[in-house]
């Protein structure tokens, strides 16, 4: 049976339910009062989406309103699915860090471990929403959909996008189709896989693109609109974190005409296990610098290599030599997402073969 197959099994649902390349929503109304309403779970994090204009001083405040608030403002949510949720944290996405990570990937395997869950939605900050959307991608183990959503304008402000892209969010999170495709993210009528999406606009209401693969689908008139099916892998990259409290300290340098060793120098002296480089092109670094990385890695630090550009990728070999080194390239992630794939890495190996494996894997 294919991997398909198998998750179809283990979803309950038929193949007349699951869909091909391409369709639009393939479930019939009839097909879904069978199976019940669906069950999603809402964990709110904070960001835009929960938050409001302000009178004084900066415009708005991220992270204000609750849960109940976040939920209440959208009554057509509960037409959808039956809905239940907490607070996980109330922030700004600036300032979410890996114990915030783990502590929802633990939440989000226990709820999904669960037969009554069928889906997650989880409110994000869109600053660094695309990291917690990566390090959940290769931290949860269920097939079921997990989905991450914010918003750019605050409630309360002309065209506030937090109620649709909200509603958008829990109709994916609830649609047996959206499973088996890794943990997805939706922002403004688009649906991005979690390895591929980055934040490209600070302040458009498309502020998420996914700029090497592409959105893997479209919400229009509330359902799912797929491009083509994503391909689905039976060895997928997973991480069990369920017995961390933290991760490797990684830092990012990055990459300008006339940069200096000093900030590689930092990191290594501050005793990271692991440095991305955030190069220019396709993941170059000043002389000084390349130096510096390579007396790093000659010290055990792993040393990734990946780009400041926006789309494309980081390769080995091309004008850096990695084998002499002993770098990994980064491939189509980002820095930050690099980031995420080295820390959750270096949990298990500190060997750069096996690193890149897993950055060739992902
Ligand atoms: C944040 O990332 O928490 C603030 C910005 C936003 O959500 O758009």
């Given at each position: 049976m294919t991997f398909f197959g198998k998750l179809k099994k283990m979803m309950g649902f038929s193949a007349a339910q699951a869909g091909r390349a391409g369709e639009?929503?393939?479930?019939?109304?009839?097909?879904?009062?069978?199976?019940?309403?669906?069950?999603?779970?809402?964990?709110?994090?904070?960001?835009?989406?929960?938050?409001?204009?302000?009178?004084?001083?900066p415009r708005y405040r991220a992270g204000v309103l609750g849960i109940e608030a976040l939920l209440?403002?959208?009554?057509?949510?509960?037409?959808?699915?039956?809905?239940?949720?907490?607070?996980?944290?109330?922030?700004g996405s600036q300032d979410m860090d890996e114990f915030v990570w783990l502590k929802l990937a633990h939440r989000v395997n226990a709820l999904l471990a669960d037969p009554a869950t069928d889906g997650i939605v989880i409110t994000h900050g869109t600053d660094t929403l695309e990291e917690?959307?990566?390090?959940?991608?290769?931290?949860?183990?269920?097939?079921?959909?997990?989905?991450?959503?914010?918003?750019?304008?605050?409630?309360?402000?002309p065209g506030a996008d937090g109620p649709t892209n909200l509603l958008d969010a829990v109709t994916v999170a609830a649609h047996p189709s959206a499973a088996g495709r890794g943990v997805l993210v939706v922002m403004h009528g688009s649906l991005f896989e979690a390895r591929d999406v980055a934040k490209v606009s600070s302040?458009?209401?498309?502020?998420?693109?996914?700029?090497n693969a592409g959105a893997v689908g479209q919400l229009a008139d509330g359902r799912i609109h797929y491009g083509q099916r994503a391909a689905l892998s039976p060895?997928?990259?997973?991480?069990?974190?369920?017995?961390?409290?933290?991760?490797?300290?990684?830092?990012?340098?990055?990459?300008?005409?006339?940069?200096?060793?000093?900030p590689v120098k930092a990191l290594v002296d501050a005793g990271c296990r692991g440095i991305v480089s955030a190069g220019v092109g396709s993941g170059n670094v000043h002389r000084d610098?390349?130096?510096?990385?390579?007396?790093?890695?000659?010290?055990?630090?792993?040393?990734?290599?990946?780009?400041?550009?926006?789309?494309?990728?980081?390769?080995?070999?091309?004008?850096?030599?990695?084998?002499?080194f002993g770098f990994v390239a980064a491939g189509a992630l980002?820095?930050?997402?690099?980031?995420?794939?080295?820390?959750?890495?270096?949990?298990?190996?500190?060997k750069a073969e096996a690193i890149q494996k897993m950055f060739d894997e992902y």
């Open positions: 639009t929503d393939p479930i019939e109304p009839s097909a879904r009062l069978l199976r019940g309403r669906p069950k999603v779970y809402v964990l709110a994090t904070g960001g835009t989406i929960a938050g409001r204009l302000a009178s004084t001083g209440g403002a959208v009554p057509a949510l509960r037409g959808l699915a039956d809905l239940s949720g907490e607070q996980v944290e109330n922030i917690t959307a990566c390090f959940l991608d290769l931290t949860v183990r269920s097939p079921k959909p997990v989905v991450l959503v914010g918003a750019m304008r605050p409630a309360g402000s302040l458009s209401l498309s502020a998420f693109a996914a700029p060895e997928r990259l997973v991480f069990d974190v369920s017995g961390l409290d933290r991760l490797p300290a990684v830092g990012i340098v990055y990459g300008h005409a006339g940069a200096s060793a000093t610098v390349l130096a510096a990385l390579a007396d790093a890695s000659g010290r055990g630090v792993i040393v990734v290599r990946a780009s400041r550009v926006a789309a494309g990728l980081t390769l080995r070999n091309v004008e850096v030599d990695d084998n002499r980002n820095p930050q997402k690099a980031r995420v794939l080295l820390q959750l890495a270096l949990t298990r190996t500190r």
